[in-house]
């Protein structure tokens, strides 16, 4: 079966009743969490994303305190699923300033954290590329965040 196009979508949508619609988004929450979970983002976590964004580096630092720091294969492994989280979270806000200040702090949690970035090829490859991510993402924005972002950045990247 071949999935209907975004455009199809929203047109069969809106030709639906209120109580329709309600009954077809609840069943869509109940199949993926994935789906419930940006559900919830859009109804209860959408109006405050500066609130959002503080909650997150919030469960990112515990992610990092709770870190198996004695071998990098385990640390590598926590440090991937932090930043899919981040990643995941991203998409739900599509708002690329806070995805950046995730993502610079992610880095600063990372460079803190006492791990052998530099002497590890894979941290190292981990680091740089949420570096060039990171960049990449500054240039898109205003130029008075881009101004604010980069400062931050360069102390990363030294």
């Known amino acids: 079966m071949k999935a209907a196009t975004v455009h199809e979508l929203k047109e069969a949508l809106q030709s639906l009743p209120a109580g329709k619609l309600l009954d077809i988004t609840l069943r869509l929450a109940k199949f993926k969490k994935e789906n419930k979970e940006l559900l919830s983002y859009l109804l209860f976590e959408a109006e405050d994303t500066s ?8 469960e990112m630092q515990k992610d990092f305190s709770s870190m198996n720091v004695s071998q990098v294969y385990f640390a590598k492994k926590t440090l991937r699923k932090i930043l899919r989280n981040i990643n995941k979270q991203a998409r739900y806000m599509t708002d690329k300033a806070a995805e950046v200040e995730l993502l610079l702090h992610y880095l600063r949690l990372l460079k803190d954290s006492g791990l052998p970035v530099t002497k590890t090829p894979v941290l190292m490859n981990l680091y740089l590329g949420q ?7 500054i240039e898109s924005l205003h130029e008075d965040l881009q101004y604010d972002y980069l400062r931050l950045w360069n102390k990363l990247a030294a």
């Open 131 to 137: 570096l060039k991510k990171s960049k990449k993402l």
């Open 51 to 58: 609130r959002y964004v503080g909650e997150l580096k919030e």
